[in-house]
């Protein structure tokens, strides 16, 4: 299974564009990237999914170079309820079996 | 939208206890995952049940047994409890069935977790 490496903690303030990119070098042909929000005490919340190009929703961005060797997840305009730990996972498709694991996640402050 | 059940929300135990865990998935969900979260930690995969067969495996100590019934609701079931077994434990479920090749990948519905303090 890829892989991945994503910066441990990063700062913003309200209203500000977040982007945090996740490396995944050794990403498979048929693995998706899939983001993960997670408040503290809770279970982690399905962000945003993507496989290439860019993926938008309402509540962010995924970007996916050629290569797919890395993501950014890009969150608009961010406000104080945004501060969450933020992980990226690849892999676990249906004919990989069913084993997602989480890496290392990036803890996002937003601050007012 | 009905979502993942978990129970009980909060379990306290003594060492070389047991515990038991449940997990409801969402309808019409065949496939279960349960994580072990420590404080500070992220979340570690513990195994895995696809239509109530076991899919995978992660690092789950042999203390631990878990099964997928027959109406989907999952139960972990925790041997000889150690002070480490304190954690947040998940449960997540996914519609894995009739997933494409070329269609998106799963996506993991997460339960509100089971507190386990083992004192």
């Known amino acids: 299974l890829a892989k991945t490496t994503q910066p441990i903690s990063m700062d913003s303030y309200e209203g500000q564009e977040v982007n945090i990119t996740c490396s995944h070098n050794n990403i498979a042909t048929n693995d998706y990237i899939t983001w993960y929000q997670q408040f503290p005490s809770q279970g982690p919340r399905f962000i945003i999914q993507?496989?290439?190009t860019k993926v938008t929703n309402e509540v962010a961005s995924l970007f996916i170079p050629a290569d797919r060797k890395s993501s950014t997840l890009s969150l608009p305009r961010v406000s104080l309820s945004d501060t969450a730990v933020y992980y990226c996972?690849?892999?676990?498709?249906?004919?990989?079996?069913?084993?997602?694991?989480f890496g290392q996640g990036t803890e996002l402050s937003v601050k007012p | 939208a009905a979502g993942v059940i978990q129970s009980p929300r909060h379990l306290i135990k003594e060492k070389r206890e047991t515990a038991t865990l449940k997990c409801y998935p969402i309808p019409r969900h065949d496939t279960v995952y349960w994580y072990q979260q420590g404080p500070g930690q992220d979340p570690q995969f513990l195994i895995s049940f696809y239509e109530k067969m076991q899919s995978d495996k992660g690092s789950i100590p042999d203390r631990f047994s878990a099964q997928q019934f027959s109406d989907y609701h999952s139960e972990l079931n925790m041997s000889s409890l150690e002070l480490g077994d304190s954690a947040l434990y998940f449960c997540?479920?996914?519609?894995?069935?009739?997933?494409?090749?070329?269609?998106?990948?799963?996506?993991?519905?997460f339960g509100s977790g089971t507190q386990l303090s083992v004192l």
């Open positions: 997540a479920s996914s519609h894995r069935q009739g997933l494409g090749s070329d269609s998106t990948n799963e996506k993991l519905f």
């Open positions: 993507g496989y290439k």
């Open positions: 996972l690849v892999g676990g498709g249906v004919y990989q079996g069913g084993k997602l694991i």
